[in-house]
């Protein structure tokens, strides 16, 4: 800034720091006490050529007037020249300088390179349109494993089956969480242990279909579902509320059920693919499933085996393409259905109580190709 200043000086024809030695003053003038006053910056008026008695020097009387102040300035004829060409060297300072603080011309260094080139060498941007193109990403499947919504057992305990039906067998809602209807079964005593979901399980399904959709994950090609009713009914109000209930049938697959061990004093008796359809279900009544029987004497470490077999043999189906597979389960099936499959080793003496922590409607998603298997997203709802 101070440099600025001196530079703005000079250009205004200020006489601050100019040659001394080409300068001379009348002392005489000065000495008396009229004329000591103070120097002010001032216009020079008038100058005129003499020479001094006491000295052989030429000089230039100045004659510079304030109206505050008498003052007499003596400038040499060479100083005027001088002051004339530093003004002319300053305006042109000024001119070619970049920075009006100091002075500085910061263009000089990079005038030899172009804004592109000084923009590559800062940032260091490929130049070959190549280094940007991206690999194409191999075609993997994507698995979605998902437990059913809430079953109506589980609110309203065993015995909510004797009350929701009169004698003659007509359904009685008394409470508002149980369904509004029940599909029609030959035998209403297999409820008891082929429950169906509550009001809210079947209006959550409907929204975690929809939630899916939203995520785009609604793109699925199969569904694959436990012949459990609950099960089902999940699959079949996610498929609606994915828009994709009429045009992605249900494939059931015994496969898919719990540990056969958990059931061994009350096995269920499901509800067969003919009387699912009646119920409006949109079933493939083609599939074949991978199981034809389970047994009851199946202890944890069969069920994970089985499970494995299961999730084998229908990706076995689907080698050479790229999709995306529901399957609709059970709490374990989380664990089951993907353990073997990312190469971890089963855990069975810890599957009841990893069961536990599922809740319903909680899933799982699984991407990968033949033996190459990972987690992409774990959800646990709440």
């Known amino acids: 800034m101070f440099t600025f200043q001196r530079l703005l000086g000079r250009f205004l024809g200020q006489v601050d720091n100019v040659d001394n030695s080409k300068l001379v003053i ?24 003499i020479k001094d008695s006491s000295s052989s020097s030429i000089v230039v009387v100045g004659l510079t007037t304030n109206l505050r102040t008498n003052e007499t300035v003596h400038r040499s004829h060479s100083l005027s020249k001088s002051s004339t060409s530093r003004r002319n060297k300053s305006i042109e300072a000024i001119k070619s300088a970049s920075c009006l ?11 030899n390179n172009s804004p592109s080139e000084k923009l590559s060498n800062d940032f260091r941007i490929p130049k070959h349109p190549l280094n940007n193109v991206v690999p194409k990403r191999r075609a993997q499947t994507k698995l979605i494993i ?29 409470d508002p969480n149980l369904p509004s209807s029940l599909p029609h079964r030959n035998n209403l005593n297999d409820y008891l242990f082929d429950p169906p979901l509550t009001e809210i399980g079947l209006m959550r399904s409907y929204r975690t279909g929809e939630a899916l959709h939203r995520a785009g994950l609604n793109k699925i090609d ?11 009914q999940t699959a079949n109000s996610m498929l609606d509320g994915m828009k994709l209930r009429t045009t992605i049938p249900i494939r059931v697959e015994l496969g898919l059920f719990e540990c056969g061990l958990w059931h ?50 229908i990706l076995s189906r689907h080698l050479s393409e790229e999709l ?56 646990l709802s709440r």
Not at 31 to 41: E, F, Q, S, V
Not at 353 to 366: D, E, G
Request: net charge neutral; with cysteine; aromatic share 12%.
């Open 324 to 379: 995306t597979i529901l399957f609709v389960g059970h709490a374990p099936s989380l664990e089951t259905l993907t353990r073997k499959l990312v190469g971890a080793e089963p855990r069975p003496y810890e599957l009841t109580t990893i069961s536990q922590k599922i809740n319903y409607l909680s899933l799982t998603v699984v991407e990968g190709e033949k033996d190459n298997w990972t987690f992409v997203d774990a959800i």
């Open 222 to 232: 199969y569904c694959y579902s436990s012949p459990a009713l609950r099960c089902i």
């Open 146 to 174: 998902i437990r059913h919504g809430e079953r109506v057992d589980a609110i309203f305990g065993d015995n909510w089956l004797s009350k929701a039906f009169d004698q003659v067998g007509n359904y009685i809602r008394y």
């Open 26 to 49: 009348d002392h005489q003038n000065l000495a008396t006490p009229k004329n000591r006053t103070k120097y002010h910056h001032s216009t020079i008026r008038d100058a005129t050529t």
């Open 264 to 313: 061994k004093n009350f096995p269920p008796i499901f509800m067969p693919i003919n009387e699912l359809v009646l119920n409006r279900f949109n079933i493939e009544i083609s599939y074949d499933s991978v199981m034809k029987c389970l047994t009851t004497n199946e202890d944890e470490l069969s069920y994970y085996l089985r499970s494995y077999h299961v999730m084998k043999k």
């Open 101 to 111: 603080t100091c002075g500085i011309n910061t263009n000089k260094a990079d005038d």
